[in-house]
């Protein structure tokens, strides 16, 4: 451990003084954090919090705090947004480069949506889905015709929605009379926080304290199709995989252009469940409905199952889980239920969301408006030897870089731009995707030279 003090910027965190922080801050096996307050009372919180989000601490101002600490959050409150704009309590504007983490891809306060949430608050939020929901059929047919998929089950988030596809695999797995079930999963995945889906994401960090783990889970490296292989050789009991065709949480990371099909065959070879995480991915984020239909793909591979949330319906709470082939009618009822998923609001929402991503042939402008960026960024970070890449699909691009940069977020915040670090050392860049290409353009000179000042300096915490 070492004193760090004064690496955080005290105009932003006048509360805050970094008593201690360990000295590789990619070091896995570290676990806690100690701050101090500015009345010197310590703070030890679990590194995993300030890793997934935000790397750098932050907390709240107040004494008392009534929240729980989940979030190591920005000293930034939000009163308002328009489009790709938010606006703090003192009337700042900032750019957004986050999108509430790839969920307002309309942007924010969007009039059709608002106007439709209005309508539909004031006719039936709710009633249960022990009733029939005509908005839930309409939402699930929609989504079967865009995805190529079967049926549809509702949820109120992603990890809900993964749950779901872990119930799956294991009842396929029971109904080939399989009694441990196992599904393989890739390492730097990211799958949710109730106790499954953190168990099956591939990330120390999210486990620590919530140990026993959840059983039946099987861990390869992302992209190596060998290890997969080599899985089912050996493993007679896997029934599923379960992978984000590009990981988001996991730093932006893109696999080669055959991973997904050949997981396909893979999967069609030992009848496995083929189960894609388009969480993040979807909803048009990688320039194309859904990131296994993207052009990078050999041809497209169908998943048996696969998860969305998110964008859905552009900041209301919603997650699907979508089946086709050998996953269809394996639910049944008294299997799996939520009680607000696919409320009537929550599905008019969405139902808006994909007619106004249609209307506007989002999908297709997000993947030229990604490759101009990601190009952009390119040229302008050229000759900046700190960047180990520029990479993503679509509107979801990350830079990687050679040193832990999480404090850009708040020097980014300071510059009146919200952008995200993921695993350390990736910035994560995901604006709405209705971002025009001007606005593109902002932002990748903006992060460039954030990057370019933040290099010279020597970067954060760098002995
Ligand atoms: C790929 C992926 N899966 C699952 C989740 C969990 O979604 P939620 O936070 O809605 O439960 C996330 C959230 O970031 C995600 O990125």
Redesign the pocket.
Do not use: P, V
């Given at each position: 451990m070492q004193t760090c003090a004064g690496s955080v910027n005290q105009n932003i965190y006048p509360m805050l003084d970094i008593h201690a922080l360990p000295e590789n801050l990619d070091d896995p096996d570290i676990v806690y954090v100690i701050f101090k307050n500015s009345s010197g009372a310590a703070y030890t919180l679990p590194f995993a919090f300030l890793d997934d989000y935000f790397r750098w601490p932050m907390m709240a101002s107040s004494a008392k705090n009534t929240l729980m600490p989940t979030y190591a959050r920005l000293p930034v409150s939000f009163v308002k947004g328009e489009g790709v704009w938010l606006i703090d309590d003192t009337g700042r504007r900032y750019l957004d480069g986050v999108a509430g983490?790839?969920v307002c891809n309309l942007g924010h306060a969007h009039p059709q949506i608002a106007a439709v949430i209005a309508d539909q608050a004031s006719q039936l939020v709710h009633t249960s889905n022990l009733y029939q929901i005509p908005l839930q059929s309409a939402l699930a047919d929609q989504l079967c015709q865009l995805s190529g998929m079967d049926q549809v089950f509702l949820g109120i988030?992603?990890?809900?929605a993964?749950e779901a596809a872990i119930k799956l695999a294991r009842l396929h797995g029971h109904a080939k009379g399989i009694e441990n079930p196992l599904i393989i999963v890739a390492e730097q995945s990211?799958?949710?926080?109730t106790m499954a889906?953190l168990s099956a994401t591939g990330n120390r960090k999210v486990h620590v304290g919530f140990e026993p783990l959840v059983g039946g889970f099987v861990r390869v490296p992302f992209d190596d199709l060998e290890a997969i292989r080599r899985v089912a050789e050996v493993n007679p009991d896997v029934v599923a995989i379960l992978v984000?065709p590009v990981q988001?949480?996991g730093g932006v990371n893109v696999p080669g252009a055959d991973y997904l099909t050949s997981i396909r065959q893979i999967c069609d070879q030992h009848g496995w469940l083929m189960m894609l995480?388009e969480?993040?991915?979807g909803m048009g984020r990688c320039g194309s409905w859904f990131a296994f239909q993207r052009a990078g793909e050999t041809s497209p591979a169908m998943p048996d199952v696969m998860?969305i949330?998110?964008a859905l319906a552009n900041g209301v709470p919603i997650?699907a889980c979508l089946v086709a082939s050998a996953a269809t009618d394996l639910m049944q009822p008294g299997h799996h239920g939520s009680t607000f998923g696919g409320n009537p609001l929550a599905c008019r929402a969405a139902l808006e969301t994909l007619s106004i991503m249609e209307a506007d042939d989002i999908p297709a402008q997000v993947a030229s408006k990604g490759q101009q960026f990601r190009q952009q960024l390119t040229d302008k970070l050229q000759g900046c030897d700190a960047v180990v890449e520029v990479r993503g699909a679509g509107l979801l691009n990350g830079i990687e870089l050679d040193r832990p940069c999480g404090e850009l977020v708040t020097r980014a915040l300071e510059r009146g731009l919200l952008i995200n670090v993921v695993a350390g050392n990736v910035i994560r860049l995901i604006p709405p995707l209705i971002i025009t290409t001007e606005q593109l353009t902002d932002l990748a000179d903006a992060v460039a030279q954030l990057v370019i000042e933040f290099v010279a300096e020597g970067g954060v915490n760098q002995e």
């Open positions: 983490i790839s988030s992603g990890a809900e993964n990211f799958h949710g926080r889906t984000e988001g949480e995480d969480i993040q991915s998860t949330a998110k997650g």
